[in-house]
């Protein structure tokens, strides 16, 4: 069983009021790339950016990155890492960087995000978008920009459907303490 916790109309609010926050936090949009994590986080940061360009009219640049090597759990994983490309459109030195991704919980793929930048080069700084943050972290890891604090327990799932990956977009939780409501 699954419960709705966010519609289409609720994601589309939340994107438009972080790209709006992104524009009063850097004073500008000068040197900035907005890097999305496979695969939730790149479709974020193309509708963050496509808001962005709404509002301001400046194009950014946009990049994809894949972490599935830079996990620490990539060795003992039952299942083998689906690898996608990383395309990173800027040079990352000196840029600043705004990872987003879809669901932030313990912070591991944040910490193996902000690993695998550095490999492109060395960031002026990073920010991080997440669409949902749900607690639970294990890094001391948090978000310059979210979307929606949703408290969970460890025992629930967040589902992310976004209409590129879809066939009906939303935020759900599943998982034992929502069976049964």
């Given amino acids: 069983m699954r419960k709705e916790l966010l519609s289409k109309k609720d994601i589309d609010r939340a994107v438009s009021r972080i790209a709006h926050e992104i524009i009063e ?20 940061a193309k509708r963050i950016a496509s808001k962005i360009k709404e509002v301001e009219g400046i194009d950014l640049n946009i990049g994809s990155l894949d972490i599935s090597f830079y996990r620490d759990d990539v060795g003992i994983r039952k299942q083998q890492p689906v690898v996608r490309s990383s395309d990173i459109t800027c040079e990352v030195s000196g840029m600043r960087i ?8 313990t912070g591991r793929s944040i910490r193996a995000a902000m690993d695998a930048i550095m490999d492109f ?9 997440v669409l949902i943050d749900r607690g639970h972290r294990e890094l001391p890891i948090r978000a310059d920009y979210v979307g929606k604090n949703i408290p969970t327990a460890l025992d629930e799932n967040v589902e992310v459907c976004l ?4 066939a009906e977009e939303g935020v759900y939780i599943t998982g034992s303490q929502t069976e049964g409501k």
Avoid: T
């Avoid at 936090?25 to 974020?44: D, F, T, W």
């Avoid at 080069?121 to 978008?129: D, E, H, N, S, W």
């Fill in 25 to 44: 936090k850097n004073r500008g949009l000068e040197n900035i790339c907005l890097v999305g994590i496979q695969s939730g986080g790149v479709h974020l």
């Fill in 98 to 105: 705004i990872l987003v991704d879809d669901v932030l919980f």
């Fill in 121 to 129: 080069g060395r960031p002026a700084v990073i920010q991080l978008v």
């Fill in 163 to 166: 209409a590129e990956d879809c």
